[in-house]
C-alpha cells in the first residue's frame, strides 16, 4: 500500500514542478527553478521507490495519466486556461485509461 503513496506523492510533486515552470521565465527567476528542479528530483526518487512494488508500466501510466489530468484542470483555475469541451472528453478518457490499465492489474495478479 505504501508503493501507492510514493507514487501519489511522485504525481504531487511532478505536477507541482510543471506548474512552475512559467514562473521560471526559462530558468532565469532562480527561486522557482530551484524549487521545480527539486520536485522533479524528488519525484522520480518517489518513483523509484513505487516500482519496487508496482509493475514500471502501471507506475509510468499513472504517473502521466495523473500528471495531464491534474496539470489540465489546475491551470484552467490557476492560469485562466481554457478546456473546451474536446480537453474535457480527453481528460475522462485519460482517467478511464489509467482506470482500466490499473484495475487489469489488479485483476491479473
Request: hydrophobic share 55%; with cysteine; charged share 5%.
Given at each position: 500500500?505504501s508503493?501507492?503513496?510514493?507514487?501519489?506523492?511522485?504525481i504531487?510533486?511532478e505536477?507541482?514542478g510543471?506548474?512552475?515552470?512559467?514562473?521560471?521565465k526559462?530558468?532565469t527567476?532562480?527561486?522557482?527553478s530551484?524549487?521545480?528542479?527539486?520536485c522533479?528530483m524528488v519525484?522520480?526518487?518517489?518513483?523509484?521507490?513505487?516500482?519496487?512494488?508496482i509493475p514500471l508500466t502501471?507506475v509510468?501510466?499513472t504517473?502521466?495519466?495523473?500528471?495531464?489530468f491534474?496539470?489540465?484542470?489546475?491551470?484552467?483555475?490557476?492560469f485562466g486556461?481554457s478546456?473546451p469541451?474536446q480537453?474535457?472528453?480527453g481528460l475522462?478518457?485519460?482517467?478511464?485509461?489509467?482506470?482500466?490499465v490499473n484495475g487489469?492489474?489488479?485483476?491479473?495478479?
Amino acid at each position: 500500500m505504501s508503493c501507492y503513496l510514493y507514487l501519489a506523492g511522485a504525481i504531487i510533486c511532478e505536477v507541482v514542478g510543471t506548474l512552475l515552470l512559467p514562473y521560471s521565465k526559462n530558468f532565469t527567476k532562480v527561486y522557482p527553478s530551484v524549487l521545480l528542479v527539486i520536485c522533479y528530483m524528488v519525484a522520480f526518487v518517489f518513483l523509484s521507490f513505487a516500482v519496487r512494488n508496482i509493475p514500471l508500466t502501471i507506475v509510468y501510466a499513472t504517473w502521466c495519466g495523473g500528471g495531464i489530468f491534474l496539470v489540465s484542470v489546475v491551470s484552467y483555475f490557476l492560469f485562466g486556461q481554457s478546456l473546451p469541451w474536446q480537453g474535457i472528453v480527453g481528460l475522462v478518457l485519460i482517467v478511464a485509461g489509467v482506470t482500466l490499465v490499473n484495475g487489469f492489474k489488479a485483476s491479473s495478479s
